[in-house]
């Protein structure tokens, strides 16, 4: 950061750091194989921005969130992980994860080597950790008080409002779970969001279980807290525990949508009368490792002479990718339609290779493509390209962004938002699971609905991702 002297690197000005993963996990625990996807910083900044973007605290009315459906894309940024996250954990043979219970053990432990500006270090979390750990824990700092007998009783009054079909507001009125608005009123329940039909009396579960999940030390007072990773946003995924908590998310969504009226669907929900799917072709897949660089010059200080002689430092690192590919899907329909064509992937045998059954293998389908297509009469192929899916590239670096907006005020060049890069979505890089160097087969889901409203068809087809 001074400027002294540093090895340049394919012809690279500035510092290149060479990653190399330390042990975080044991070797008992088949987790270790995972450190390519718990590592990778997309699905870091993949939760980081969509957390960012809704904040538990955050109050709908008056931030002006009442349509955006927040509780809804709550479950299905969760969904959308866990689908992700037992796809990469099949490519290693490795069993589904376990439910979240209050007196389950921890089995993996977590040593995130992270440190704090001020030098201390992140909380790490022993081997076969209880989750009771914290029954005989004696703590003044009230947030954090009985954590675990807070948690109980937030489950405990959780399960009881699914049993009666109803909650409690703060004034003691009662509000039906299943009308129109039942399950954003849930998922703001289960996330503990101001939206909450009674924030005192259903509680910020979430808080309290991070906390429980992190064997984070129990603050004295509320000026010194040492947080765990599970409790930042920015480091949550990589503790393999919290995918614990992030399944128990999704099955509570889950509990909520079996225990609704007429939660199954219809054929006639399920028809798009005159519009078929005949068939789909897929190219081979491929995955594999290829080195990425990221920029951390807008993390470290700089001299006065930054714009004359910048100082760069970055990171480089094996992170998966696959080689591109396309698929077509052939529709038929009977007349002109704009319809809506989403595509998902998911696996086709379990960790034991047995069939899974689509009633059991549902939640495990992960969407990679949504698009809005305009059917003619008659036949039509749809072609689409990996680069054309419903995923996030690779951002642009901060460094570049300053270039590319300095050199549109001096007039030097054009500045072009294409509006490629999102803030937080799928990462292309993880449109596929690693699969296998023998390939494993997999599965595409395709749904064709109309524009407006309506459900679709759909097909599976199967195509084995080949590690290479």
């Not at 389908?365 to 689409?384: A, C, E, H, M, W």
């Amino acid at each position: 950061m001074h400027h002294t002297e540093y090895p340049k690197t394919d012809n690279y000005d500035g510092y290149t750091i060479y990653d190399n993963f330390t042990e975080k996990y044991s070797h008992v625990y088949p987790e270790e194989f995972l450190s390519y996807f718990l590592e990778d910083p997309s699905m870091m900044s993949t939760y980081y921005y969509w957390q960012l973007f809704y904040p538990f605290w955050m109050d709908s009315e008056e931030f002006n969130l009442d349509k955006d459906h927040r509780g809804q894309i709550f479950y299905a940024v969760h969904q959308m992980l866990l689908a992700k996250y037992q796809s990469e954990r099949l490519s290693f043979h490795i069993p589904p994860l376990p439910r979240l219970t209050e007196d389950m053990t921890l089995e993996p432990g977590f040593h995130p080597k992270l440190d704090y500006p001020n030098g201390i270090q992140f909380p790490s979390r022993p081997d076969h950790t209880h989750l009771n750990w914290q029954r005989d824990q004696r703590n003044t700092y009230y947030n954090f008080t009985n954590s675990y007998y807070k948690v109980s009783d937030y489950a405990r009054r959780m399960r009881d409002a699914l049993s009666l079909g109803f909650v409690y507001t703060h004034s003691g009125e009662k509000v039906s779970l299943f009308d129109k608005n039942g399950l954003e009123l849930f998922a703001n329940l289960l996330e503990g969001t101001p939206n909450s039909p009674d924030i005192e009396y259903y509680g910020i579960m979430q808080m309290y279980i991070r906390h429980i999940l992190g064997h984070a030390p129990t603050p004295v007072d509320k000026d010194h807290i040492i947080p765990a990773a599970v409790e930042h946003y920015e480091t949550a995924l990589r503790d393999p525990v919290y995918w614990y908590f992030v399944k128990w998310i999704v099955f509570y969504i889950q509990e909520y949508k079996m225990r609704e009226p007429h939660h199954y669907y219809t054929v006639k929900d399920l028809q798009f009368p005159g519009v078929k799917i005949e068939s789909m072709q897929v190219d081979r897949l491929v995955t594999y490792f290829d080195y990425s660089y990221t920029d951390l010059s807008h993390a470290v200080y700089y001299n006065h002479k930054y714009e004359t002689e910048p100082f760069h430092v970055r990171v480089r690192q094996q992170r998966l990718n696959h080689k591109p590919f396309t698929y077509t899907i052939n529709v038929h329909s009977d007349y002109a339609v704009d319809a809506v064509v989403r595509v998902y992937i998911g696996p086709k045998y379990d960790a034991y290779e047995r069939l899974i059954d689509i009633n059991d293998n549902r939640l495990n389908f992960y969407l990679i493509d949504k698009f809005v297509q305009n059917l003619p009469s008659g036949k039509t192929p749809i072609v689409r390209s990996s680069k054309q899916t419903f995923t996030v590239s690779d951002k642009t670096s901060y460094w570049q962004l300053y270039k590319r907006v300095m050199g549109a005020i001096k007039g030097t060049e054009p500045f072009v938002v294409d509006g490629s890069e999102t803030y937080w979505g799928l990462s292309n890089r993880f449109l596929l699971p690693i699969g296998t160097s023998g390939g494993l087969p997999y599965q595409f889901y395709v749904i064709v609905t109309p524009h407006v409203k309506g459900e679709g068809v759909e097909r599976f087809q199967t195509r084995p991702i080949i590690q290479g």
